[in-house]
């Protein structure tokens, strides 16, 4: 996790960051901020602009925005509301057990005794019910990230049950894919190559008149479905 020390200043967390660790937009994250920001539920961000390196040596700026930690706190919060709301029931819930809570009373009394145990076992039995009930999809869903291979953008979008145009156009606007200027050819951005997201391939294809033509095909991998499965739409059901 980057993490921005700016000289002896305090430390940050980029808008980037946050986007990745709930799983949404980017774009979005910064939204979210900017709205706290006028409502003076936040201060207002550091804003940094950035380079973005393609695969080709070509750059791009980018506006990021860099919070201090309460300020990441509260914006996290936003995003991911049943997340938080999970978090404080969870913690009343571990303090009102510690203020009752009387081991030897417990220790004295069989019947007692019987009911926590017999707590316990209700709590087993239904977790093992539900891991067997998950076992079907985390196995397709481990199939698919490990697979080999990738797909297109028409098979990958045939995969997660959106139109083709609509995947371009998301993976366009998200900075997972662009194209050179006077190019009909969608390439990937080397931070999703990196990351393991994308790949090309190189092909190479017989002109009528004997010559030949390389092309260069952008494809998304087992792993880069998955991550797109939840970005763009977690309900979809994966191919495995």
Same mark, same amino acid.
């Given at each position: 996790?980057?993490?921005?020390?700016?000289?002896?200043?305090?430390?940050?967390?980029?808008?980037?960051?946050?986007?990745?660790?709930?799983?949404?937009?980017?774009?979005? !994250?910064? @939204?979210?901020?900017?709205?706290? /920001? *006028? &409502?003076?539920?936040?201060?207002?961000?550091? =804003?940094? $602009?950035?380079?973005?390196?393609?695969?080709?040596?070509?750059?791009?700026?980018?506006?990021?925005?860099?919070?201090?930690?309460?300020?990441?706190?509260?914006?996290?919060?936003?995003?991911?509301?049943?997340?938080?709301?999970?978090? !404080?029931? @969870?913690?009343?819930?571990?303090? /009102? *057990? &510690?203020?009752?809570?009387?081991?030897?009373? =417990?220790? $004295?009394?069989?019947?007692?005794?019987?009911?926590?145990?017999?707590?316990?076992?209700?709590?087993?039995?239904?977790?093992?019910?539900?891991?067997?009930?998950?076992?079907?999809?985390?196995?397709?869903?481990?199939?698919?990230?490990?697979?080999?291979?990738?797909?297109?953008?028409?098979?990958?979008?045939?995969?997660?049950?959106?139109?083709?145009?609509?995947?371009?156009?998301?993976?366009?606007?998200?900075?997972?894919?662009?194209?050179?200027?006077?190019?009909?050819?969608?390439?990937?951005?080397?931070?999703?190559?990196?990351?393991?997201?994308?790949?090309?391939?190189?092909?190479?294809?017989?002109?009528?008149?004997?010559?030949?033509?390389?092309?260069?095909?952008?494809?998304?991998?087992?792993?880069?479905?998955?991550?797109?499965?939840?970005?763009?739409?977690?309900?979809?059901?994966?191919?495995?």
């Amino acid at each position: 996790m980057q993490v921005m020390i700016p000289g002896q200043g305090p430390i940050t967390m980029s808008s980037r960051e946050i986007a990745d660790l709930v799983e949404k937009r980017h774009d979005n !994250v910064k @939204r979210t901020i900017d709205t706290l /920001a *006028e &409502r003076g539920v936040i201060e207002f961000p550091q =804003i940094e $602009e950035v380079q973005i390196e393609t695969s080709h040596g070509r750059k791009h700026g980018m506006q990021v925005y860099h919070l201090k930690k309460r300020d990441t706190l509260v914006v996290v919060a936003q995003l991911s509301p049943e997340f938080t709301a999970r978090v !404080v029931d @969870r913690w009343q819930q571990l303090e /009102a *057990e &510690r203020e009752t809570f009387d081991p030897s009373k =417990i220790l $004295e009394s069989p019947a007692a005794m019987r009911g926590l145990l017999l707590t316990y076992t209700e709590k087993v039995i239904a977790l093992e019910a539900k891991v067997e009930d998950m076992s079907e999809d985390v196995a397709a869903h481990e199939r698919l990230t490990k697979a080999d291979g990738s797909l297109n953008v028409t098979e990958a979008a045939k995969n997660l049950g959106i139109r083709p145009k609509d995947l371009f156009d998301w993976l366009s606007h998200n900075g997972w894919i662009y194209k050179r200027a006077n190019s009909p050819t969608w390439l990937g951005f080397q931070t999703k190559c990196n990351q393991g997201l994308l790949e090309h391939k190189t092909t190479t294809v017989l002109r009528a008149d004997g010559s030949e033509k390389i092309t260069e095909q952008v494809r998304i991998t087992a792993k880069g479905l998955s991550v797109l499965a939840k970005l763009i739409h977690p309900t979809a059901r994966l191919i495995a």
